[in-house]
């Protein structure tokens, strides 16, 4: 760590490590990167279904990370300026929450859809709150990039291995289909949209193979990868040693075949060449989106261009004048209602279900990318506005993939962001 934020300077910071926060953190992070591949190892071996509900530890790492920072904060340990990025995060999930108790979709179904929308912007809040040194704060950055670069070379070897090591050693299928709560749990390997994309079999006239690597999943895996992509880029950005780091994550995440990645690439591309889109124009990426959106409203979409449908719908249906959207859990892809509403994107999926409300989440990006780009000025950090190029990734995903939503790879990149901002913080660690 080079040194603490201006602010943090004006600020007390903390004396101690706040341990078991600190070992709570660095406990999901390894959750995130490994629980999948851990649970899939474990039910091969056991063939106790209960392995498949190992990810559920990655809502229980955010509860315990929240009920710490509200700790801290009640006791005084964290007394900084709040920004306006938690601010928002906050109004956000108030609005969903009190929207959740309004609806009738069930208690399962809002569940499930109420935790989609809330744990990740509350995770952000949580890590922002903590009372970190700047010592803690460089060691989860290392540890972040540690265990994707493992979560990376993984990905590299089932690449090659591929059938062998998931129907004959890991029994991928019966795991999938042991899991009551996977909708696609039922599908064969070889038909598996999670292994095989057939985005580009007119070109090359058969499926692709997807890399997985340890999220058994390949879009959060490309989260991952976006956030190691711009952890590297700014080490690169303050004079440091990084191409092999750069290199590892771009073709780790071109390997996962995701849209989201190889469009945010070209973005990035697009950036360093003519400075637009640049990481504080998220809005802008945003408005093109919904254009896209809204020019595809009529057409029969299939192959790569199919995700365009989601958001289509999405916003056909905030001109039918549905203020308040169908319910929580009553729409999109988690909903077993039948209104098909927003089901490939994000931001659909959150319309179909609250509404014009869903525009809050759009100042909360907003919200941070403004922050960001004033952090980074501050501190006159090279490396910054490539942190705060993670957010123009997520904020293509979530225009255009409900992947974007919950607690996955998605995760890592907005601990990065909420750390980066942090007082304790003057740079992201090299």
């Not at 903590?130 to 460089?138: A, F, G």
């Not at 599908?187 to 949209?193: M, T, Y």
């Not at 071109?254 to 990035?268: M, N, Q, R």
């Not at 009529?298 to 004048?321: I, K, N, R, W």
Request: aromatic share 8%.
């Amino acid at each position: 760590m080079a040194s603490a934020v201006d602010s943090a300077s004006r600020h007390t910071l903390p004396a101690r490590s706040p341990g078991l926060a600190l070992a709570v953190l660095l406990g999901l992070v390894l959750v995130l990167q490994f629980s999948p591949l851990v649970g899939l190892v474990g039910f091969r071996l056991s063939q106790d279904a209960n392995w498949t509900l190992l990810g559920a530890g990655r809502d229980v790492g955010v509860v315990l990370l929240l009920a710490l920072a509200a700790m801290a904060w009640v006791d005084g340990r964290t007394r900084h300026p709040v920004p306006a990025a938690v601010r928002w995060a906050l109004l956000m999930v108030l609005a969903y929450v009190v929207l959740a108790l309004l609806n009738g979709s069930g208690l399962v179904l809002t569940a499930l859809n109420l935790r989609r929308l809330v744990l990740v912007p509350l995770l952000f809040v949580a890590v922002w709150l903590l009372p970190w040194r700047p010592q803690d704060i460089d060691r989860v950055f290392r540890w972040i990039v540690a265990s994707s670069v493992l979560v990376a070379l993984f990905g590299v070897i089932e690449l090659i291995v591929s059938e062998p090591l998931w129907l004959d050693a890991l029994d991928i299928e019966g795991f999938n289909a042991a899991n009551t709560l996977d909708r696609f749990g039922y599908l064969p390997f070889a038909e598996s949209g999670r292994f095989f994309t057939t985005d580009l079999e007119f070109v090359i006239g058969r499926p692709m193979r997807r890399m997985v690597s340890t999220y058994l999943e390949p879009t959060t895996l490309a989260a991952a990868m976006a956030v190691l992509l711009v952890v590297a880029l700014a080490r690169r950005a303050r004079g440091h040693a990084g191409m092999g780091l750069v290199l590892l994550a771009v073709v780790a995440g071109l390997a996962t075949l995701s849209k989201g990645f190889a469009i945010f690439l070209l973005a990035l591309m697009a950036w360093r060449a003519v400075g637009w889109p640049a990481p504080r124009h998220v809005l802008t990426v945003v408005l093109a989106g919904c254009l896209l959106g809204a020019l595809a409203r009529g057409f029969h979409l299939e192959g790569p261009l199919e995700h365009l449908d989601g958001l289509s719908t999405a916003l056909q249906y905030l001109v039918q004048g549905r203020l308040l959207g169908e319910g929580i859990g009553a729409a999109g892809n988690l909903s077993d209602l039948g209104n098909e509403v927003g089901e490939e994107s994000g931001l659909g999926n959150v319309i179909g279900q609250v509404g014009w409300v869903a525009f809050l989440s759009l100042l909360w990006l907003r919200a941070l990318a403004i922050d960001l780009h004033q952090t980074a000025t501050l501190r006159r950090d090279e490396g910054g506005a490539w942190i705060a190029a993670w957010l123009m990734f997520w904020t293509i995903t979530y225009l255009f993939s409900a992947s974007s939503l919950g607690v996955g790879g998605n995760a890592l990149g907005f601990i990065v962001l909420a750390l980066y901002l942090h007082p304790a913080s003057g740079r992201v660690p090299a």
